[in-house]
């Protein structure tokens, strides 16, 4: 889809509203995380990108083990939103994330002191399965981890 067909994109306000109740449901299964309330919140094809890395994940099985990544390298890892913008085509979330880094991960080193960045987000929206097509991450990943 170009960006002028993105812009244009037609949508009714309930799909925003069930963009949200999504979004939602996929913040609560990270916060307590529940990997497979995850992955229902996610397409069969979805995608997970940290983009300007090479790092990226393919389809339900990459999210899972970007998830595990994740979560095992912080174990403690926190979001704190600072920023929410929900539209036809997807969310986009500001977050500043906290945590220990404790394991290994991405070709970063485990240090065991605390890290903390800003994270932009994008989870965009599939219309007809009513699901998110994953994350494009924006995050300084050297700064992050190297604490």
């Not at 307590?32 to 992955?39: M, N």
Request: charged content about 25%; hydrophobic content about 40%.
């Amino acid at each position: 889809m170009s960006i002028q067909q993105s812009i244009q994109f037609p949508f009714e306000p309930q799909e925003l509203a069930e963009i949200r109740e999504l979004w939602k449901k996929h913040s609560i299964a990270e916060d307590k995380r529940d990997i497979p309330g995850l992955l229902s919140t996610l397409t069969d094809d979805s995608v997970y990108e940290i983009l300007e890395t090479p790092h990226r994940w393919e389809g339900l099985a990459g999210a899972q083990r970007f998830y595990e990544s994740l979560i095992g390298a912080i174990p403690d890892v926190h979001f704190d939103l600072q920023h929410i913008v929900i539209g036809p085509q997807g969310v986009f979330e500001e977050a500043i994330v906290t945590g220990v880094f404790k394991n290994d991960t991405l070709g970063f080193k485990a240090h065991g002191k605390a890290v903390r960045g800003v994270v932009g987000i994008l989870f965009p929206w599939d219309a007809k399965k009513k699901l998110f097509k994953g994350e494009r991450i924006y995050i300084n990943l050297p700064a992050f981890l190297g604490g």
